[in-house]
């Protein structure tokens, strides 16, 4: 009897100790999940992401070059841009145009990315506007400028008080009276903006919020001459150049949704995932840093 006491007495200790420890690992997890930094990085959408400017400080030297992220595709430097520090930007370091002969353009690669035709596409960024100077100003420009038969512009025009996503494809274009948002757009302060076109339809969003919609059926905007134009048109006129800051810009070849653009809105970089094979991005290109 003595020696089924000392059994049991064992038996019951050993559960005992596995339960309690069982408790002290799910304390653990629990404690390191909720750990985590605040700025731990969620993830912007990667389905159809084509090309990623960060504007990190590891992806620009602010004389010569930017590179994408994804591909290494390079955005030439013109003019003397200046790379802001993360506490003038929105998620890390960003990019400050003074409106004088400072624009990005962006030449091809092989595969083309930006020479391409387009069935769909969004364009989208972060934009914090100075100054206004009473003329067309590109943020973003993919276009085959001066020839203007294939456009797809987030831009805004203090001449006539009004900002949008601009589309020209298949002889159709934007009405920029009726089909913009008619108002200035707002100065001093980071506006996320998004634009999207699948050959038939426009959407235009400002800060997540869906600003305008517009059937404009010009279809697939077509290959042929187009160059990616960052802060003015893509032929560097120096006739629509910005002044401000743009951080985050991103291109897919689709259309992203509302829950996908409110995703974006709130990501500090890309999610870093070694089997993901399309990416080639590296913790040094990946910001997770949100002003």
Request: charged share 25%; with cysteine.
């Amino acid at each position: 009897m003595r020696a089924n006491n000392s059994t049991y007495h064992q038996h019951t200790c050993s559960v005992n100790n596995f339960f309690l420890g069982t408790i002290i690992l799910s304390l653990l997890v629990f404690h390191a999940w909720n750990a985590q930094p605040v700025n731990a990085i969620a993830g912007a959408v990667e389905d159809g992401l084509i090309a990623y400017w960060s504007f990190n400080k590891d992806t620009v030297k602010i004389k010569t070059e930017a590179a994408d992220v994804l591909t290494g595709l390079v955005a030439a430097v013109h003019g003397d841009p200046e790379l802001a520090p993360a506490a003038d930007c929105k998620v890390g370091e960003c990019i400050l145009f003074d409106g004088d002969v400072d624009y990005f353009l962006v030449e091809d690669s092989d595969p083309p990315k930006i020479d391409r035709d387009w069935d769909e596409i969004t364009l989208e960024c972060w934009v914090y506007i100075n100054a206004l100077d009473d003329s067309w100003n590109r943020i973003i420009s993919l276009d085959d400028m001066p020839a203007n038969t294939a456009v797809a512009s987030l831009y805004y025009d203090d001449d006539d008080n009004q900002h949008g996503f601009f589309i020209q494809a298949g002889g159709q274009s934007t009405q920029a009276a009726k089909d913009n948002v008619l108002e200035d757009i707002p100065l001093e302060q980071w506006l996320h903006l998004v634009g999207t076109y699948d050959g038939a339809t426009v959407h235009y969003y400002v800060n997540g919020k869906q600003e305008k919609k517009y059937a404009m059926k010009g279809g697939k905007i077509p290959k042929g001459g187009l160059l990616l134009g960052i802060g003015d048109r893509s032929d560097g006129c120096n006739c629509d150049t910005i002044q401000g800051y743009i951080d985050e810009l991103r291109i897919y070849d689709r259309v992203l949704s509302a829950a996908e653009i409110q995703k974006n809105m709130d990501a500090t970089g890309l999610d870093v995932n070694p089997s993901a094979n399309h990416l080639s991005t590296t913790w040094g290109h990946i910001k997770a840093r949100r002003r």
